[in-house]
């Protein structure tokens, strides 16, 4: 997969606060990737200095393999905070204003009303949308070049949960057309149910990245139980693809190898004649591994 943006040791200092600290990782095409972290842990000066909004305090950034100009600008469509749309005018009139600053094709406009959900309402004043509305409108909005990314942040800050779960559906459907989402957020569950990666910060460090759903299986334990655990723990030892196991109560917490799973265990017990009283697939959460990296 290319790489849509690639971030080397990108860092930012206010005064005595280090905002951002050394960050590198890569964006893929087509991801949809998620900077997860506490109020205050660099999420908004990431993607301040990659929209070239905020001067880098050191280290680089590349767009499509090159350095940030008018023409990788036009690739992209930003929404930082929440735009100012005349209140009295019409969805479509102030699309129309939009796309007549942006220099985009006035064709765009009923597409992006269309993607977000709003072609019904076009004629609709500004004023009388749910805040939902408006910040689908404001999606549109960065829509209207047709960028092959999108970058949000907190998109769905403020919303009620019909609103959270209007934008987070909007966010797969641009994802769903081959383009590339980055958001900034500070709700896991966000992160967890729209993003395909993600990198955790706090206090301006990068503390863990990679594919949502790695980390996800990363963290499968499981809890078996057996009438005698000697023989258990015995053959635990034996097993290759057994990553970690601990005695806990009355059973055994293990941990197995990428790509092996509680049917693994189950046979190869049952084929040493140990029948297993108890064989109960504990995820780890996400939200319990969050609460570890942001505090550890
Ligand atoms: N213009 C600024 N001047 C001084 N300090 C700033 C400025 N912008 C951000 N900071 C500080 O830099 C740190 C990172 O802020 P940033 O806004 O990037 O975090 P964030 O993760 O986006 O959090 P939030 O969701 O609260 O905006 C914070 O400690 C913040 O107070």
Redesign the pocket.
Known sequence: MAIVLDINGLSKR??N?Q?LDALTLQVEEGSIYGLL?P???????TLGMVLDVIRPGGGSFSWFGSSVSKTTKQRIGALLETPNFYPYLTAKRNLQMVAHIKGADSASINRVLDLVGLGTRSNTPFKSFSLGMKQRLAIGAAMLNDPEVLVLD?PTNGLDPQGIAEVRDLILRIAAQGKTIIL?S?LLDEVEKVCTHMAV?RS?KLMANGSVGDMLAAQEQLFICAAALEPVLALLERLPYVAQFRPEKEGVLLTLSEGYTSQDINRDMFAQDIVLSQLIVRRKSLEAQFMEIIKN
């Not at 109020?39 to 000066?45: L, P, Q, W, Y």
């Open positions: 206010y005064g606060i905002a972290g109020n205050g842990s660099g999420k908004t000066t907190e900034a500070h910060l301006g």
